[in-house]
């Protein structure tokens, strides 16, 4: 029988469903016919037989053959992915890269392969063949590889395209909302959130669930209902925790502290915070090790001695179960995640038994959802018991503060003037420099009000950009509010906004989400901040701040004692001026910008933790005692501005 005679026999029992004899056949051929068709035709038999990854295999030597036949490399491609052959699948899409920006199944398969593998930087062109896919998958796809940049107007077309095609669908409803609250569209806000509001009113928390924490705090200031957004994280298995804690270590004599985070540069906010306490642990008593994972190499990369703060480990392409085991070859006792469920975050490493000892602090201000911590590091004020419940880790309260600060590095307020800003020389100031998502609709309502009860007043107002300018100005303009009585401002070179928050009289709080590094850099530059008592761990951070730094009166009751307390030191220019000389005359007594004191206490919870765990004992709630309090001041300025010109 001829080649072409045993590939026609061959086809015609595939026609008839005779799939074993046609495979034997096709055995039989290919001993001399190895040509495109007769592999394409093995490839679909196999399929038929359920031999999947086989058939891959087949369409691939189909497809490889030169002149490429792009068919069936799609087809090869496809069924690798599907089979998790992953190597091969990546290893077709090379060749058919092209077609993949085209097709959404080719797009589908490769960008479910890369985001396994940490590898979203690769993945950006392929967001537009997704948008516009047939199936709802295509489009989740889409939604999954949006960064973190929420001013990229790819990003923004994405999630309006998704929300107006589905405009019923729960994740792209709530993907919307995230990038209208990033440039203050109230209007919109207000009207897709009803729906959102209703359903939580009536029980039921779909619309929750699928909310990133991190944005879901800018709503939501219910902690109880805060631990429910789970974003796309996954539930750990039953006993995995108690797992880890179980597993052999080994203890030495120091304890070794890991710090996990993207942020080790001098210019992001959280080492603005803690670049101090970094250098001020002790050595002799700690070993301590940065975990970078920044998606920026030349960020970490600048001129700067990183020795100061502890030994540097690049985790940056390593996925999360090969960080975990880097940072258990480390022996690290205690690893603490600086990052949460932020920008950024590779918090899922912690579920990979990385430690025998995690904790989460400092970058995110509640409970993180789905990953395995033992302690959330807090203080009385931003965890109090009776929001235990609430929490997933155990709590360590740190005795006045959980915030860390700076008193060497951060720049001291230079003289500026009102002229230089844009300010009315005569009159009261009120001033918010949070940033524009924490600005919800009922504080610009406040800030209303309080501007119509507060006579020759004016509210400076920090905007990031022309678009969230018209939507805030357009709020106030609707409340009745004339355009003369406020003051719009951008962000600017950090040490002039240091300089040019003492030009206000008093800074206005956000809520649900206050103001945090925001908050202590007011309160460093010598501006008073009004807040009040908060209902969730991000609404209670400016609280712990003013009691650290000696001005607990500026923590109000509740939004209308705010809304009262504002007006009435709006009329009492000295009592404003009174509190402003506290601040001055606090900044090196009171404990918020005590470095040293803040190390020390830090140090203690992390001796108790250690203890605990050397014992064999499980996590528990805990409390650092607090050291005396000091009465001389902590820090001599002229000595450390003659060190830092030595530098």
Not at 18 to 24: G, I, K, N
Not at 211 to 216: C, T
Not at 422 to 428: K, V
């Amino acid at each position: 029988m001829t080649m072409k005679n045993t590939f026609v026999t061959a086809s015609n029992l595939y026609q008839k469903g005779q799939y074993t004899r046609a495979l034997e056949t096709l055995n039989q051929l290919l001993n001399t016919d190895t040509s495109p068709k007769t592999y394409a035709l093995l490839a679909k038999t196999l399929l038929k037989l359920g031999f999947r990854s086989d058939a891959a295999k087949a369409y691939e030597l189909a497809g490889r053959q030169k002149p490429h036949r792009e068919d069936y490399l799609r087809e090869a491609l496809l069924l690798h992915a599907e089979c998790g052959n992953e190597d091969q699948a990546l290893s077709i899409g090379s060749l058919i890269l092209p077609l993949a920006f085209k097709d959404p199944e080719l797009a589908y398969a490769l960008v479910r392969i890369f985001l396994g593998r940490q590898q979203k930087e690769l993945l950006t062109g392929f967001k537009t063949v997704l948008v516009d896919g047939p199936e709802l998958r295509h489009r989740l796809m889409a939604a999954k590889l949006l960064t973190d940049d929420l001013y990229d107007e790819s990003n923004r077309h994405i999630v309006a395209t998704l929300f107006k095609n589905h405009p019923d669908n729960i994740v792209f409803r709530t993907l919307y909302l995230i990038f209208a609250r990033e440039v203050s569209d109230l209007a919109t806000v207000d009207k897709h959130m009803a729906p959102v509001k209703a359903a939580i009113a009536a029980g039921n928390f779909d619309h929750v669930t699928p909310d990133n924490p991190f944005f879901h705090l800018h709503w939501c200031g219910d902690e109880a209902i805060n631990k429910l957004a789970f974003h796309d994280t996954v539930p750990l298995p039953a006993g995995h925790a108690e797992a880890r804690r179980r597993a052999p270590h080994a203890w030495s004599d120091k304890i070794r502290i890991g710090y996990l985070s993207a942020d080790f540069w001098p210019g992001h906010a959280t080492m603005k915070l803690m670049q101090r306490i970094l250098e001020l642990h002790d050595r002799s008593r700690f070993e301590i090790t940065l975990f970078d994972h920044s998606p920026l190499a030349s960020q970490r990369e600048q001129e700067f001695d990183y020795s100061r703060w502890g030994r540097m480990i690049d985790i940056r392409g390593l996925s999360d179960q090969a960080a975990a085991e880097a940072i258990r070859a480390q022996g690290i006792d205690i690893l603490v995640d600086l990052k949460g469920h932020t920008k950024d975050s590779r918090a899922r490493i912690l579920n990979h038994m990385a430690a025998p000892i995690q904790v989460a602090w400092l970058g995110f201000p509640g409970t993180a959802v789905n990953i395995d911590l033992d302690y959330i590091i807090g203080d009385a004020y931003v965890l109090p018991d009776h929001s235990k419940p609430h929490f997933h880790e155990k709590f360590c309260r740190l005795p006045e503060c959980y915030q860390p600060n700076d008193p060497i590095y951060r720049p001291k307020p230079r003289p500026t003037t009102r002229a230089q800003h844009g300010l009315p020389e005569d009159a009261f100031v009120f001033a918010s420099f949070n940033g524009n998502r924490k600005i919800t609709s009922q504080m610009v309502d406040v800030w209303c009000n309080i501007l119509k009860r507060s006579k020759n007043s004016v509210l400076w107002l920090l905007c990031n950009g022309p678009r969230a300018e018209a939507n805030l100005w357009a709020r106030l303009e609707a409340r009745g509010v004339n355009r003369k009585r406020v003051v719009f401002t951008t962000r600017i070179r950090y040490e002039d906004h240091i300089d040019r928050q003492q030009l206000a009289d008093l800074g206005l709080d956000t809520f649900p989400v206050n103001g945090h590094t925001t908050t202590s850099e007011q309160l460093w530059g010598g501006l008073p901040v009004l807040t009040m008592k908060g209902t969730n761990f991000a609404s209670r951070v400016s609280e712990s701040l003013l009691n650290a730094i000696g001005v607990p009166e500026l923590v109000a009751a509740d939004v209308q004692a705010y809304e009262d307390m504002a007006v009435e030191l709006a009329g009492q220019p000295e009592r404003v001026a009174k509190f402003k000389e506290t601040l001055v005359a606090n900044r090196y007594v009171m404990p918020l910008f005590d470095a040293e004191r803040f190390t020390s206490h830090l140090e203690t919870a992390y001796d108790m933790m250690a203890a605990r765990a050397r014992q064999g004992l499980q996590p528990d709630h805990m409390d650092v005692a607090a050291l005396p309090r000091r009465t001389e001041p902590f820090h001599d300025e002229s000595a450390n501005a003659a060190a830092i010109a030595a530098e």
